[in-house]
């Protein structure tokens, strides 16, 4: 019984123990396959609670493992740029113009991430008694004279030497009666300030924002404007990472792209530091807590905004086998079309046309190829080629076979009647399909290349992807149309066949749309991924695999037979031009119906 009881205690201690090192509800399980993420934190306070934040977020709520590398802001840089360090979260513009002149203009090795949403400031202070006693000493004007700076001891006190600081530049260009030194930490900087508060007047180095201010009663100096505005400016600070981050880690990335919080968030996250003494891990999992709603929105939007997928996750690899499949299936039918080439179904029906369809399809599936891996320029742009290129000989090779089959048969028009389309002329006009949808794509990409930004090929026009979809839509629907106008032209046009195909297809183009717009990142990717050769699939199991079928199940002497039956049957009605049979199945010829 008592073993039964220790064992209930340890395990209520192990789930207590669970719950309480978590800081957001539903945690998510820590992939350790993807990239770690190693998060930059500098030597002070600030810093320490940016990166805490973040790591919880990308750690509980996305499952990506992160690393806190302690680094000062001078070595981050050249860190940062060679991939050994991913993520910096609170750089001061000021203080780091060469940096940013350097590895983010010129080399583009760090990539600025935008704004933290804090808003800081440097600057000199010192106890707000000590003003109000002496009042000229609110202004650093009259530092020049020295008995103004003996009462703070002649000297400035800096922090830490690696931190940016401008301080013997200040004191020399404006002849200060003073001189500066580094008392060392910010640790060793707040005991000094803490200690001679009381004590002794002090001048010192400090920023906003910082729990301090709120602890102790501190008067910020007006330094000379020059000084306010280029060297100690307020400013909103700045986030910066890796210029591979975003392939590396894109879910990362996209997260460090929208996280920001207010001064007043950081002001009172550091006040708890100072005041209450907690850690800065304690105090960012208490605002994560109590900022659900705030951080939230940037998970969701996060989740609904990659296209693209690794190459070893579960769904690229469904993908890549399932559109494999498709393709060797329309590789097989091909290979058959070759072999029954001369059989006179095959040639009634346009041999060649239906293998120019194949090969288009084949092209197309291949888009869901292009989507798995890295999202850059050139994946966007093949994915798009390969789509658009694929889709217009496939099914613009169905639509001018149908066509011809409607110009023979169908057509009042004496003089489209006297001018047979061979296959030569179908290229011809494939070709001019095709030179339109390499114009449309081209000025796409020229004029409105894509945003790959996390792994997502975004248009930043949408008049030329409107186009894009608009041409294809036209393609369709005139094979709609042909189709079912010729779809009592038996062995000839296959009417009811591609009716059924692209109407089919077309359902299945709407709601690919309609789950795009409306699934997260995996459904996306899946739809597209495995819709493409799905719509494929359709034309193929509707038009050739049925056709094939006949050709191996009848003799060439019967379907030789079935040919001229159906031409007598088709032209009961309509006076036909250029075409006849004879033993080997059609030919040209000049006779009436």
Known sequence: ???????????????????????????????????????????????????????????????????????????????????????????????????????????????????????????????????????????????TDPNNTAIFGGVVHGVDPTFVQFEGQIIETYEYAMTNDYIGSEEELLDKVRGSYDEEPMLFYFWSPHGLLGELELARISLPPDVEDKMYPAE??????????????????????TFSYSTADQIEMLGKIEKLGMTPEEVACEWVQNNRVYWQNWIEEMENTPDFVPNDSAAGI?????????????????????????????????????????????????????MIGEARVVNCAGATVMSGLGYVIMMGSLVLKEYRVFK????????LKMKPMKDTHLALHLALFLSIEISIIVLWLAVSPFDTTYLHCRPTDGTFYSLFIFFKGIIL???????????????????????????????????????????????????IGIGTPLFHLIFMCCIDIPKLWKAFHTTEAKAREQVSSSIISATASKSVSSLSVNKSGLSTGTSDK
């Open 477 to 527: 629907l005139a094979c709609i149309y042909l189709g079912y106008k010729t779809r009592h032209i038996d062995f000839f046009a296959e009417g009811w066949n591609v009716t059924i195909a692209s109407v089919v297809g077309s359902l299945v183009g709407i709601v690919a749309i309609i789950l795009i717009f409306t699934l997260p990142v995996l459904g996306v990717v899946l739809t």
């Open 1 to 143: 019984l008592m073993r039964m009881l220790g064992s209930f205690i340890l395990v209520g201690l192990l789930l207590v123990t669970s719950v309480a090192s978590s800081c957001t509800p539903d945690i998510v399980e820590l992939n350790e396959l993807v990239p770690k993420v190693v998060l930059v934190q500098n030597s002070w306070m600030g810093s320490a609670v940016n990166v805490n934040v973040a790591k919880i977020l990308l750690e509980e709520r996305i499952g990506i493992p992160t690393h806190i590398v302690s680094l000062d802001e001078t070595e981050m840089w050249e860190e940062m740029a060679a991939g050994r360090a991913h993520v910096a979260l609170e750089v001061w513009p000021s203080g780091h113009v060469k940096a940013f002149e350097k590895y983010v203009q010129e080399n583009r090795t760090v990539i600025s991430a935008g704004p933290l949403g804090v808003i800081g400031q440097i600057g000199w202070y010192t106890q707000q008694y000590v003003v109000d006693a002496h009042p000229q000493l609110s202004s650093s004007r009259s530092f």
């Open 408 to 415: 023979l048969f169908l057509s009042d028009s004496k003089k």
């Open 318 to 370: 469904i993908i890549v086998i399932w559109t494999a499949c498709i393709q060797a299936l329309a590789v097989v039918i091909l290979a058959l079309y070759l072999y029954k080439r001369k059989h006179p179904l095959l040639v009634a029906t346009a041999c060649h046309p239906s293998m120019l369809s194949l090969i288009g399809g084949i092209v197309m599936s291949a888009v869901s190829y292009w």
């Open 236 to 257: 909103i600070l700045r986030k910066v990472y890796w210029h591979e981050f975003r392939t590396y880690s894109p879910s990362a990335a996209f997260l460090i792209d």
